[in-house]
């Protein structure tokens, strides 16, 4: 077993292609180890490289109403008034935590894509 850190792409290539040749190895065997180390190595990797940023909270807003085909006027009990619905979903005002928390708990936003609206 020759495991080395990854701290680059062409890093990460080698510990991919001797992935590959692991991939089928019986369990309990010394090269079953070697796949399970590069698995957490490679998963480390990506995971600190290529983090995924986190979602826009108004688009996660506008991305439920669209799958549960709900209006602005449907956001009223979740953030308030007509006129604060329609200036949150341009931008034009911030959520709040209480806007947060309702709609987490009413249309199942996760907290993590409202919670970059708040600095």
Same mark, same amino acid.
């Given at each position: 077993?020759?495991?080395?850190?990854?701290?680059?792409?062409?890093?990460?290539?080698?510990?991919?292609?001797?992935?590959?040749?692991?991939?089928? &190895?019986?369990?309990?065997?010394?090269?079953?180890?070697?796949?399970? =180390?590069? &698995?957490?190595?490679?998963?480390?990797?990506?995971?600190?490289?290529?983090?995924?940023?986190? %979602?826009?909270?108004?688009?996660?807003?506008?991305? +439920?109403?669209?799958?549960? *085909?709900? &209006?602005? +006027?449907?956001?009223?009990?979740?953030? *308030?008034?007509?006129?604060? =619905? %329609?200036?949150?979903?341009?931008?034009?005002?911030?959520?709040?935590?209480?806007?947060?928390?309702?709609?987490?708990? *009413?249309?199942?936003?996760?907290?993590? %894509?409202?919670? %970059?609206?708040?600095?």
């Amino acid at each position: 077993m020759n495991i080395q850190p990854i701290r680059s792409d062409e890093d990460l290539q080698r510990a991919l292609a001797r992935l590959e040749q692991l991939w089928a &190895t019986p369990p309990g065997t010394p090269e079953a180890d070697e796949l399970e =180390v590069l &698995t957490i190595l490679i998963e480390r990797y990506e995971d600190l490289s290529h983090a995924i940023p986190a %979602s826009d909270p108004i688009e996660a807003i506008k991305f +439920r109403m669209e799958q549960q *085909g709900l &209006t602005p +006027r449907d956001l009223e009990e979740f953030i *308030g008034p007509s006129g604060r =619905v %329609s200036e949150v979903l341009s931008g034009k005002r911030g959520l709040s935590l209480r806007m947060i928390k309702r709609l987490h708990e *009413g249309l199942k936003i996760p907290y993590e %894509s409202l919670m %970059s609206a708040v600095a």
